[in-house]
T-cell receptor, first 110, second 115 residues
Framework: GEDVEQSLFLSVREGDSSVINCTYTDSSSTYLYWYKQEPGAGLQLLTYIFSNMDMKQDQRLTVLLNKKDKHLSLRIADTQTGDSAIYFCAEDGGYNKLIFGAGTRLAVHP | EPEVTQTPSHQVTQMGQEVILRCVPISNHLYFYWYRQILGQKVEFLVSFYNNEISEKSEIFDDQFSVERPDGSNFTLKIRSTKLEDSAMYFC?????????????FGEGSRLTVL
């Protein structure tokens, strides 16, 4: 069945790059997503990538997609304390649903 | 900016009691969803709702669960007889107005604690 796996915790120093990795199972996903959850808030769409793309860059964010290996990554350049949050990878089940991972907690320290 | 709102933010209930979680989705959205996250686990899909009926539900969404959109604005999740394992954060979401099918807008969640 559909499944999304990601590591649970990442700690980086302020100013360094963060890379959060994810593997998924549904090769028919049209889009793949990264959602961000800040403390006390709901999930918020951070970025997404269309399945026929290998890379998408959006300011400090770079999304890489390896369809062969079903691997998705999110790179945050120049990580700031405000980037501390939980990051969820999700694959597309169409309008009917998203399949999420368990989330990667990113801790940024000085 | 329009947002999805959920009430209550936290509810504590006794096992076997009925619980209703409420959500006000964004008004022009077409699809409505409930997800839940048990502490430390994945965010799990429960149900999607479109055109006043359930469009898809997961195996978690058994006969104890129901959803309703009674008045065109509120979207409710009812758990008929709560169990300890229903303790989780329940997220409401809405979407369906762009070609980005997974662009959902989430509420802040309702934490349910079953004792």
């Amino acid at each position: 069945g559909e499944d999304v796996e990601q590591s649970l915790f990442l700690s980086v120093r302020e100013g360094d790059s963060s890379v959060i990795n994810c593997t998924y199972t549904d090769s028919s996903s049209t889009y793949l997503y990264w959602y961000k959850q800040e403390p006390g808030a709901g999930l918020q769409l951070l970025t997404y990538i269309f399945s026929n793309m290998d890379m998408k860059q959006d300011q400090r964010l770079t999304v890489l997609l390896n369809k062969k290996d079903k691997h998705l990554s999110l790179r945050i350049a120049d990580t700031q304390t405000g980037d501390s949050a939980i990051y969820f990878c999700a694959e597309d089940g169409g309008y009917n649903k998203l399949i999420f991972g368990a989330g990667t907690r990113l801790a940024v320290h000085p | 900016e329009p947002e999805v709102t959920q009430t209550p933010s936290h509810q504590v209930t006794q096992m076997g009691q009925e619980v209703i979680l409420r959500c006000v989705p964004i008004s022009n959205h077409l699809y409505f969803y409930w997800y839940r996250q048990i502490l430390g686990q994945k965010v799990e899909f429960l149900v999607s709702f479109y055109n006043n009926e359930i469009s898809e539900k997961s195996e978690i969404f058994d006969d104890q669960f129901s959803v309703e959109r009674p008045d065109g604005s509120n979207f409710t999740l009812k758990i008929r007889s709560t169990k300890l394992e229903d303790s989780a954060m329940y997220f409401c979401a809405s979407g369906g107005t762009t070609e980005i099918t997974g662009e959902l807008f989430f509420g802040e969640g309702s934490r349910l604690t079953v004792l």
